[in-house]
């Protein structure tokens, strides 16, 4: 299985700063996903990001507030933009990998907005 | 509108008991089914798969039931152990033009006492 290193593992945060999160995988993959599960609430995905190319979005989510970098096939970032308390979650990298391609995910990063 | 429900929050059972985590989803087409677990300050990790072709899937002390008429699906943990106390993720996989997406329950949390 991949091994998904996430980093920061949490951050608070002030209202209106920035923050990016580095995925970084042990192997090369095509796709890597970002979701977000916010407080009490199911895993949402934000973006799938290939690499050499624009993320897709998912509903709900722009390019302004969550821009995602995919330099290489091992490495990506997404950084939550102009954060309020509702941005608030823990965000999660993702890679599909193995038989079947399940979805192997990094540690999360927990961010608390002030 | 939230397309795969998980319905209790919480489920508290005793060691050595059967753990019955349950599970019902809204869109008939969804045709692989997934169950993750998730400790504290850890990504999810992959359970337990099944796919819509079969009703059952068994691995160990975890055996996954699926039903489709009734679009319910159920993770059976038999014996239960201390360890099993974690949060647990249903997810469904649906095609959508190529790229498969999953969906997630928001999840029950899972506490076996000794």
């Known amino acids: 299985s991949a091994v998904i290193s996430q980093k920061p593992s949490r951050d608070i945060c002030q209202r209106g700063t920035s923050l990016t999160i580095q995925c970084q995988v042990d192997s090369q993959v095509t796709m890597m996903f970002w979701y977000r599960q916010q407080p009490g609430q199911s895993l949402t995905l934000i973006a799938t990001a290939n690499q050499g190319s624009e993320a897709t979005y998912e509903s709900g989510f722009v390019i302004d507030k969550f821009p995602i970098s995919r330099p290489n096939l091992t490495f990506s970032t997404l950084t939550v933009s102009n954060m309020s308390p509702e941005d608030s979650s823990i965000y999660l990298c993702?890679?599909?990998?193995?038989?079947?391609?399940?979805?192997?995910f990094g540690s999360g990063t927990q961010l608390s907005v002030l | 509108d939230q397309q795969v429900k998980q319905n209790s929050p919480s489920l508290s059972v005793q060691e050595g008991r059967i753990s019955i985590l349950n599970c019902d989803y809204t869109?008939?087409?969804?045709?692989?089914f997934l169950w993750y677990k998730k400790y504290p300050a850890e990504g999810p990790t992959f359970l337990i798969s099944?796919?819509?072709?079969?009703d059952k899937n068994e691995d160990g002390r975890f055996t996954v039931f699926l039903n489709k008429s009734a679009k319910h699906l159920s993770l059976h943990i038999v014996p239960s152990q201390p360890g099993d106390s974690a949060v647990y993720f249903c997810a469904a996989s649906v095609d959508q033009g190529g790229s498969e997406k999953l969906v997630f329950g928001k999840g029950t949390k899972l506490t076996v006492n000794p």
């Open positions: 869109n008939s087409m969804f045709d692989y």
């Open positions: 099944i796919s819509s072709i079969k």
């Open positions: 993702s890679v599909r990998q193995g038989v079947n391609e399940k979805l192997f």
